[in-house]
């Protein structure tokens, strides 16, 4: 059974950085598909950013890029996203995601959360202006 229990959230002022973490429990963490996604109040789960663990390929929300960064450590079976210059509509909870299926990786397919089989239970980011 694979887990993945997120941690790192928190609330911070607008400009500031925060890194979420990740970790895998229950499967060796390589070939995978993992993302992060977001959801604020009101609102539709969003796709974040996302790699191909096997050849680190990652992928960005337009609204998140150059400013996140998705990484991943396979020693510690934990996927990161640093995020900085941190804006209030970045507030949501944050989710990690993961499937076996690579295709989901694919520019297309990686923003919708229906292609995700493992969630985690999210953490809070909160961005005051």
């Known amino acids: 059974q694979v887990q993945l229990v997120e941690s790192g959230g928190g609330s911070v002022q607008a400009g500031g950085s925060l890194r979420l973490s990740c970790v895998v429990f229950?499967?060796?963490?390589?070939?995978?598909?993992m993302g992060w996604f977001r959801q604020a109040p009101g609102k539709k789960r969003e796709g974040v950013a996302v790699?191909?663990?096997?050849?680190?390929?990652?992928y960005y929300s337009d609204s998140v890029k150059g400013r996140f960064t998705i990484s991943q450590d396979n020693a510690k079976n934990t996927l990161y996203l640093q995020m900085s210059s941190l804006k209030p509509e970045d507030t949501a909870n944050y989710y990690c995601?993961?499937?076996?299926?690579?295709?989901?990786?694919?520019?297309?397919?990686?923003?919708?959360?229906?292609?995700?089989?493992?969630w985690g239970q999210g953490t809070q980011v909160t961005v005051s202006s």
């Open positions: 995601a993961a499937t076996f299926n690579l295709w989901a990786c694919a520019p297309g397919y990686w923003n919708s959360d229906v292609n995700f089989g493992y």
């Open positions: 229950g499967y060796t963490y390589s070939n995978y598909c």
């Open positions: 790699i191909d663990t096997g050849p680190g390929t990652t």
